[in-house]
């Protein structure tokens, strides 16, 4: 698995959606937080901006897109021993392409 971080304009271009919109969503839990890179840098994981587009493309409703962001961002912690090949006593993370 490739994992990638996606800076704001990529990531509001896969969603569709403009910089109001994206911080609205963003701030309503229907897009997952960025990840910090810096003092004044934060990207997202690719993977999981595709994941949402896959969801609204599906018709999830508003309610199950942020039970999958919730679900997205727990996921964020088993993601170094997936990578890695460590035994995990997590299920795999299943990444959307």
Same mark, same amino acid.
């Given at each position: ?23 609205? &969503? @963003?701030?309503?839990? *229907?897009?997952?937080?960025?990840? #910090? $890179? ?6 997202? /994981? ?20 942020? &039970? @999958?962001?919730?679900? *997205?961002?727990?996921?964020?912690? #088993? $993601? ?6 460590? /035994? ?10």
């Amino acid at each position: 698995m490739m994992l990638q971080l996606i800076k704001n304009a990529e990531a509001r271009s896969s969603l569709g959606v403009g910089n109001t919109t994206f911080y609205e &969503q @963003l701030n309503a839990g *229907l897009i997952t937080p960025a990840v #910090k $890179l810096g003092v004044h840098a934060v990207a997202w /994981p690719k993977h999981e901006i595709q994941a949402i587009v896959a969801a609204r493309i599906a018709g999830q409703s508003d309610d199950q897109i942020k &039970q @999958l962001v919730k679900q *997205l961002v727990s996921d964020r912690e #088993k $993601l170094p021993a997936i990578i890695n090949g460590f /035994p995990s006593s997590h299920p795999p993370v299943e990444v959307v392409q």
